[in-house]
């Protein structure tokens, strides 16, 4: 190994060996002092040479570490700016309502959620634009996370120490508990570190992975779900809660058993990043060679509607006279997604559907004695809209959700000609936005 330090140079010739005596001289030692003159002459410069060539190598080392560390640095600093620079981005993105970017930095904190080792950490997360809420699908820990035992003791007579075990009643209490204190947890993580205007609600979902003892195979079952505005959250004093109660006052959809793996249906299936709705498509549209269903004549729309429904499992399909433009119908379907009769009414539209539409669908889902009902449109539903289907019985789906479920059934490529405004409100308002029907 070189060091950055020069090495130590020899001593010079002028160490010479003391020159002999009178009696010296008379007995030879002239030349023996002279030869050990010459010998120490040839040490030196042997030694000289070798000084020399050692710190011309060290140089060289020396030169080629300092080239090293200079592009280490560089690399390093590039590095940086890099990252400086995406973080930058990220930032703007955030700041402007960006789904990825909101996503990314909701990743990053729920990365940061210190946890015990055994726990999963592992979590799927959707920014919705349009609602303007973050949906968060996290794995929750399995119920034998609950230890078995509730204690231990020693007895004296073995000289043992036996488990004392928990009763089964106290386990599945725990474990209630424990995943009503993981969403509250993780409601509270990011509701806490984003801005209102950009984030006014949550939807949590708490899914276990599982085997599934009929089949042998890996499954998934949902245990927990909430949906929360971020009003009615900040108003909690979480530190003196009940987290099970809390969580039936905020409405939640619980499971009646979560030890013994009773699943739920959630609120919404975590299929949000494939139904988002893609940038400008009301600016490409004009460009695009894809059909726009904006530009679809009513009587377009209505076939293209029916052979979708069709292709997803109506067996019949009846239209009725509709006064508003859209594309109303009844079809019946064995299959469990209608559920017997199911009226589906279309609107395309070009802005808001709002709560007023889905509740004129329940009216007619009364007169026609319908089982469910799907309201189907271009464009997208508010918060308000989607809780209010959820009581009652109705599937909603948005012009991306309807873009995939054309391309999945008929494969046919469109575009729903309408995209949400991304950008974050100046105050927290709730959304108002009227039914804007295209003529």
């Known amino acids: 190994m070189h060091s950055a330090s020069p090495n130590q140079s020899p001593a010079g010739p ?6 002999p005596g009178l009696v010296g001289l008379l007995f030879g030692g002239a030349g ?5 003159v010459d010998h120490a002459k040839q040490v030196f410069q042997e030694a ?3 000084h020399k060539k050692r710190e011309n190598q060290r140089k060289i080392a020396l030169s080629e570490k300092h080239r090293e560390h200079t592009e280490r640095v560089r690399k390093i600093e590039a590095r940086a700016q890099a990252e400086n620079a995406k973080l930058k981005t990220r930032a703007v993105d955030f700041t402007q309502g960006q789904p990825e970017a909101i996503e990314w930095f909701v990743n990053r904190i729920l990365d940061r959620s210190p946890y015990p080792k055994d726990f999963p950490k592992k979590a799927q997360i959707a920014y919705r634009p349009q609602n303007r809420d973050v949906v968060i699908e996290l794995e929750l820990p399995p119920a ?13 007579t073995r000289d043992a120490i036996d488990p004392i075990p928990r009763p089964t009643s106290e386990s599945k209490k725990r474990y209630s508990q424990l995943i009503a204190c993981v969403a509250l947890r993780t409601l509270h993580e990011v509701l806490s570190t984003t801005p209102a205007n950009t984030v006014e609600a949550m939807v949590f979902n708490g899914r276990l992975t599982t085997i599934d003892r009929a089949t042998g195979k890996t499954t998934h079952l949902h245990l927990l779900c909430i949906e929360s505005e971020r009003a009615d959250f900040e108003e909690l004093v979480l530190s003196k809660v009940d987290a099970t109660a809390c969580l039936k006052r905020l409405n939640a959809l619980v499971s009646p058993n979560p030890y013994d793996l009773e699943a739920i249906e959630p609120f919404i299936e975590f299929d949000l990043k494939r139904f988002r709705f893609t ?15 904006l530009k679809l004549s009513p009587t377009e729309f209505e076939h293209l509607v029916r052979e979708l429904f069709s292709a997803m499992g109506a067996e019949a399909w009846t239209t009725i006279p509709s006064k508003d433009g859209g594309v109303d119908a009844v079809a019946t379907s064995k299959d469990i997604f209608f559920g017997g009769v199911c009226l589906i009414q279309a609107k395309r539209w070009s802005k808001l559907v709002g709560l007023d539409a889905v509740h004129a669908l329940t009216g007619v889902m009364a007169d026609h004695n319908a089982t469910t009902g799907v309201l189907v449109t271009t464009s997208w539903f508010g918060r308000a809209s989607e809780q209010f289907a959820q009581r009652n019985r109705i599937t909603l789906i948005n012009g991306a959700e309807l873009k995939h479920l054309i391309k999945k059934h008929l494969n046919i490529d469109v575009i729903p000609g309408v995209t949400p405004n991304h950008k974050p409100r100046a105050s927290n308002n709730k959304q108002t936005g009227r039914p804007g029907p295209t003529q």
Do not use: C
Not at 32 to 36: G, H, K, L, V
């Open 14 to 19: 002028s160490t010479h060996p003391n020159p």
């Open 32 to 36: 023996r002092y002279n030869r050990a």
């Open 48 to 50: 000289a040479t070798a």
């Open 144 to 156: 034998s996370i609950i230890p078995d035992a509730r204690g231990y003791k020693y007895v004296k």
């Open 279 to 293: 940038e400008n498509f009301d600016v490409i549209s004009d460009l695009d060679s894809r059909k726009n269903l």
